[in-house]
């Protein structure tokens, strides 16, 4: 069975960085499609980032140029480096994988992040 474990996350200052890590195991990691959603208190979790087997990335729009998704296949992680944060990025962030050929998917439990002064 899959798991993936989120850290990284915490309180931080408008303009600040975080960088979210999503640790894999159970699966083959390498061929699965990861990525990051996140969820803010009323609103509807949405995608924020995602990278796939093939290192091609994607982003919202509301990230784009701020936040960066990486993965390393070696350490059956996955990234987010976020930078110039605001305040509504404040959200629980989950990580999640996707295997393209099956549709197999899995979440992590989520790691919350708050962008206040």
């Known amino acids: 069975q899959g798991q993936l474990v989120e850290s990284g996350g915490g309180w931080v200052q408008p303009g600040g960085s975080l960088r979210l890590s999503c640790a894999a195991s159970g699966f083959i990691f390498y061929v699965y499609g990861m990525g990051w959603y996140r969820q803010a208190p009323g609103k509807q979790r949405e995608l924020v980032a995602w990278?796939?087997?093939?290192?091609?990335?994607t982003y919202a729009d509301s990230v784009k140029g701020r936040f960066t998704v990486s993965r390393d296949n070696a350490k059956n992680t996955v990234y987010l480096q976020m930078n110039s944060l605001k305040a509504e990025d404040t959200a629980v962030y989950y990580c999640?994988?996707?295997?393209?050929?099956?549709?197999?998917?899995?979440w992590g439990q989520g790691t919350q992040v708050t962008v206040s002064s």
């Open positions: 990278i796939n087997s093939g290192g091609s990335r």
């Open positions: 999640k994988s996707v295997e393209s050929a099956t549709m197999k998917d899995y």
